[in-house]
């Protein structure tokens, strides 16, 4: 019953900008780390950056100083800040959130995704 949406993807010329959301809903009693992936065609999924629910956060080199990962945890929303994109980060962007759901009476750890927005950086 948990439900991670994307949005914000789209296309946009070579050294633009554009901001990524993902909402978290559902029957969440806490979300910890939360992160963005992408995949392009013929490659693996890719990890970009992640976030704790302490506001840490770590990059992969080949978006670090060009995207911002940041989070709303009152809104259960992560977001990704990309500048100066490149064709090469042209993808499918996904997020993911490890949180922890209400199941009753117990609490249940898992791993969700959302269901990816694309990316296409082009002239």
């Known amino acids: 019953q948990v439900q991670l949406v994307e949005s914000g993807g789209g296309l946009v010329q070579p050294g633009g900008s554009l901001r990524l959301s993902c909402v978290a809903s559902?029957?969440?009693?806490?979300?910890?780390?939360m992160g963005w992936y992408r995949q392009a065609p013929g490659n693996q999924r890719e990890l970009l950056a992640t976030?704790?629910?302490?506001?840490?956060?770590n990059y992969a080199d080949s978006v670090k100083g060009r995207f911002t990962i940041s989070r709303d945890n009152a809104k259960n929303t992560v977001y990704l800040q990309m500048y100066n994109l490149k064709p090469e980060d042209t993808a499918v962007y996904y997020c993911?959130?490890?949180?922890?759901?209400?199941?009753?009476?117990?609490?249940?750890?898992?791993?969700?995704w959302g269901q990816g927005t694309q990316v296409t950086v082009s002239s």
């Open positions: 976030i704790t629910s302490g506001g840490n956060t």
């Open positions: 559902g029957s969440i009693f806490a979300i910890n780390a």
């Open positions: 993911n959130a490890d949180l922890t759901t209400y199941s009753g009476l117990f609490r249940v750890p898992n791993t969700y």
